[in-house]
């Protein structure tokens, strides 16, 4: 299957300051990217959906100052959380739709590792 | 009304036996995309295996196989032969296409232990 890789997989930081994870799709283009949070035993929250050269679509609920989406190219998306508070501790998960090949029309979505912020 | 119910918050299985995780779904769409990821406790989601609304035969993966009853609305995994490393949570999910291709809709989860 397709690969996709997420950095950090944990970083700790100050409140106050921000944090930017990167999602890296390694063997394949993806136009479209997700990214989701995730809290302790429960499910994934769907956060936003980055776009290659457009603006996010983030769903209701989710600060767009707050967690700022970049999808500058074919293979990369970043989430930058802006200005994080102990609140925003949480596990943040990405991943990416790969649209091409015979695969294409299922829609699978491929998830990177996961990155767990602590916010101090 | 939830799109995706996963009823067993966990299981445990013997070794070696096989296990079947309950998924319902609810959607009016008549295409749809049900999905299987396993999460271990490193936080990484795998996909599993993949069957489509107009699909005439059940999905089948190495030891997965995804029992697709259209009429009931189930998609139940089974995992044949459970091994110690099948240990984790396990997600239903549904995407409903085509105008809502990219949003996926997540059960619960299930956790799955398996015993030595």
């Known amino acids: 299957g397709a690969v996709v890789s997420q950095h950090p997989s944990w970083v700790i930081c100050k409140s106050g300051t921000s944090v930017k994870i990167e999602c890296r799709s390694l063997d394949f283009q993806a136009t479209t990217m997700f990214w989701y949070r995730q809290f302790p035993k429960q499910s994934l929250m769907l956060m936003a959906t980055?776009?290659?050269?457009?603006?996010?679509?983030?769903e209701q609920g989710v600060e767009k100052d707050k967690f700022l989406i970049n999808h500058a190219s074919l293979t990369l998306s970043t989430l930058t959380v802006t200005s994080a508070h102990p609140e925003d501790s949480s596990f943040y998960i990405c991943s990416a739709r790969d649209g091409t090949g015979g695969d294409g029309a299922k829609n699978i979505q491929y998830f990177g590792a996961g990155t767990r912020l602590s916010v101090l | 009304a939830q799109k995706i119910t996963q009823t067993q918050p966990g299981m445990f299985v013997q070794e070696k036996e096989a296990v079947t995780l309950d998924c319902t779904y609810d959607?009016?769409?008549?295409?749809?995309?049900l999905f299987w990821y396993k999460q271990p406790s490193s936080g990484e989601m795998i996909f599993l295996i993949y069957?489509?609304?107009?699909?005439?035969q059940n999905a089948t993966e190495g030891r997965y196989s995804l029992n697709f009853q259209k009429a009931r609305k189930s998609a139940n995994l089974v995992i044949s032969a459970s091994q110690l490393g099948d240990s984790a949570m396990y997600f239903c999910?549904?995407?409903?296409?085509?105008?809502?291709?990219?949003?996926?809709?997540f059960g619960s989860g299930t956790k799955l232990n398996v015993k030595p």
């Open positions: 069957q489509g609304s107009y699909d005439q």
């Open positions: 999910a549904m995407r409903e296409g085509p105008r809502n291709f990219n949003k996926f809709y």
């Open positions: 980055s776009n290659e050269g457009s603006k996010a679509t983030y």
């Open positions: 959607t009016s769409d008549p295409s749809y995309g």
